[in-house]
């Protein structure tokens, strides 16, 4: 499996990115996928999860209400929508497949 995330950069609080995760060498729209973000210092973090057919989702809780994870199955691409982002939404954000391969990850600056 190849996961290749975009997206990323550096806004401001309160400012919106989109995250993009690009797949291949896998049936993408049989599997369920994951968004984790790891910030230094810090352990790694689910932050949301999605079905194979994008009909059920988790969020966690500091993101709830903020993130909406999704997938276009004939694109086979995963993104997440970040909204009214905060400072400690900063980190380095992974898309996981469901056997725990992961890409090499897009850096989320949030800072004014």
């Known amino acids: 499996a190849q996961l290749v995330e975009s997206g990323g950069g550096l806004v401001q609080p309160g400012g919106s990115l989109r995250l993009s995760c690009a797949a291949s060498g896998f049936t993408f729209s049989t599997y369920g996928m994951n968004w984790y973000r790891q910030a230094p210092g810090k352990e790694r973090e689910l932050v949301a999860s999605i079905t194979s057919t994008g009909g059920a989702t988790y969020y966690a809780n500091s993101v709830k209400g903020r993130f909406t994870i999704s997938r276009d199955n004939a694109k086979s691409t995963l993104y997440l929508q970040m909204n009214s982002l905060r400072p400690e939404d900063t980190a380095v954000y992974y898309c996981?497949?469901?056997?725990?391969?992961r890409g090499q990850g897009t850096q989320v600056t949030v800072s004014s």
């Open positions: 996981y497949d469901s056997f725990g391969s």
